[in-house]
């Protein structure tokens, strides 16, 4: 029997699994992975399913506690600790590349002012400055001069930064109003989180201490996204924003197989190999000598934007042309294990 935590996020995978069981006649059960009896909830179980969140309070307090606690027992979870421990955390990410030899966009991360004020006095600029958290390009900019790193690198090692940004939260809302793809209320609402930041941002508390640079690498109208799960991929290139550099959360997206390079798709099984993952989704762009790099890694993903995707790889690079349900994979992945 699996056991799959009961939400209310309408986003969450938990009801795409809920319908691959019923349909295919999986044995399930409902869990509430907050109360304090989870443990015994899982009695009987044989693994748990969770989609958990990084910009919910409650999940970046224990969901990674939870889930690798039950691993460590040798009960089975989704994500487990290969798959999630650098959910949300592209500095732990950088150093995991790196290690595994997986080419990633060159990246720079300190942890004092001075190493970080001389190095922007060697480097070329612009740079990208990031968070080590946040989706949809959340806490993303681009550094044009030595300046402009200058004030990052000082509020980095002084007052912090929270892992919310409100001003450019309003902004991207209203580029979306005005594309038709969100409610007015939407707006509304960022600029209530110009006073009032989201519960999450207020439990981790300012990123200070740190700072993080990645290599800008210009001329690229979009970055692929490859998901892989269980031997089998399927991708989405996400176009950049008008006037803009960042792709992620764009809401301009294309789906046909002859959209992607398949080096791509070769590179994120390989990857998935080496990082001995459930669930990987790779996002790349590519220098300027054509060749793909990676710029951060999830195993989380907005399962309705893939919706139109129009088919899926196999290890063997062969293409299965047509609708794929990658929920049901999940399943049937943890059903193997």
């Known amino acids: 029997m699996i056991a799959i935590h009961n939400e209310k996020r309408t986003t969450s995978f938990q009801y795409r699994w809920i319908d691959y069981c019923e349909k295919n006649k999986i044995v399930y059960k409902l869990v509430d992975v907050y109360a304090t009896d989870i443990i015994q909830q899982l009695e009987g179980c044989s693994c748990l399913m969770w989609h958990f969140y990084q910009a919910d309070a409650k999940d970046f307090v224990m969901a990674k506690p939870l889930l690798f606690s039950l691993e460590q027992s040798g009960f089975k979870v989704f994500p487990n600790f290969n798959t999630a421990w650098h959910f949300d955390d592209k500095v732990g990410q950088k150093y995991l590349l790196e290690a595994l030899n997986i080419a990633l966009v060159p990246t720079w991360v300190f942890y004092d002012a001075n190493s970080a004020l001389q190095w922007v006095d ?3 600029f612009p740079k990208v400055f990031k ?9 993303v900019q681009l550094v044009h001069t030595p300046s402009q790193a200058k004030k990052l690198v000082r509020k980095a090692f002084g007052s912090g930064f929270s892992p919310y940004e409100s001003v450019g939260g309003l902004k991207e ?6 594309l038709g793809k969100t409610h007015f209320k939407d707006v509304v609402k960022g600029i209530v989180r110009l006073f009032i930041p989201p519960r999450y941002a207020q439990v981790m508390g300012n990123e200070m201490e740190y700072i993080y640079f990645q290599e800008f ?12 799960i269980d031997g089998k991929a399927f991708a989405l290139k996400r176009m950049v924003r008008q006037n803009d550099f960042r792709a992620s ?4 997206f294309r789906y046909e197989r002859e959209e992607f390079d398949e080096r ?10 080496k990082l001995n993952a459930q669930c990987v989704a790779y996002d790349y762009i590519f220098d300027e000598n054509n060749t793909p790099l990676l710029v951060e890694i999830s195993y989380g993903f907005a399962n309705k934007v893939y919706n139109p995707c129009t088919g899926f790889w196999d290890e063997e690079l062969n293409w299965h042309e047509g609708s794929f349900n990658p929920y049901g994979w999940m399943v049937e992945l943890m059903l193997k294990s």
């Open 122 to 124: 060697q480097t070329k």
């Open 264 to 273: 791509c798709v070769r590179l994120s099984f390989d990857y998935t190999k």
């Open 217 to 228: 690498i210009p001329n690229n109208d979009s970055d692929t996204r490859i998901i892989v």
């Open 173 to 178: 809302r209203i580029r979306r109003w005005r």
């Open 249 to 252: 959360g764009s809401g301009h």
């Open 131 to 139: 968070l080590r958290g946040g989706a949809g390009s959340q806490n």
